[in-house]
């Protein structure tokens, strides 16, 4: 997959969400040429120029293919964002159970370690997002070091209890860059 082959919807979704954040800059930067200089002006200018360049980085990572395939040890990696994530569900009281299974110790898959590890943030950052206090967030999976067609397998679950997903969205939900969420950029 290289950015030559990208589909021209996912190309104008993309002008279309960095264009919004732009057109929020320029009004900001308006706002302060006027001589109005509030505080939380200058932080929202900040916090668009930031998710500004947090999409544009997403949509390079996208359209790019993968850096390098390496060796990954999925436990190792699974692990670490597991950590990382664990205390925002505590802070929320939801539930956070992990059951990754001890047979992704020393699981090596060929991948690229910054994409694989971006989108299981993600996916726990959308679990995190669509659950309250209350609700369970399950992390689970098991490694097959061979699988009927002779190669190793891994195969992992995020599932949470929160509200889930509105029925009009489930069709444009595997879209790069769709979202139901107004502030985030798919």
């Known amino acids: ?18 264009g919004n954040h732009f057109q929020l800059i320029n009004l900001l930067i308006g706002s302060l040429r006027r001589g109005v200089k ?3 002006e200058i932080e929202t200018l900040q916090e ?7 999409f544009t980085r997403a949509f390079m990572h996208y359209s790019q293919s993968p850096a390098g395939l390496l060796e990954v040890d999925l436990g190792e990696m699974l692990r670490t964002v597991i950590h990382s994530h664990a205390p925002f569900f505590v802070e929320r009281k939801i539930i956070f159970t ?6 992704f110790n020393g699981a090596l898959i060929y991948g690229d370690q910054v994409l694989l590890d971006l989108a299981f943030r993600a996916i726990l950052q959308n679990a995190l997002d669509s659950t309250s206090s209350g609700d369970r967030v399950v992390i689970s999976g098991k490694h097959y070091p061979t ?7 891994a195969r992992i679950s995020i599932a949470d209890s929160g509200y889930g997903m509105e029925s009009d969205f489930l069709g444009k939900a595997m879209s790069p860059f769709f979202t139901s969420k107004p502030n985030r950029d798919g």
């Open 48 to 54: 668009t120029v930031d998710r500004a360049v947090e």
């Open 1 to 18: 997959f290289h950015s030559r082959c990208l589909d021209s919807g996912v190309i104008s979704e993309f002008v279309h969400k960095i």
């Open 147 to 153: 699988s009927l067609a002779g190669q190793p397998v």
């Open 98 to 103: 992990d059951l990754i299974q001890e047979s």
């Open 38 to 40: 509030p505080v939380n």
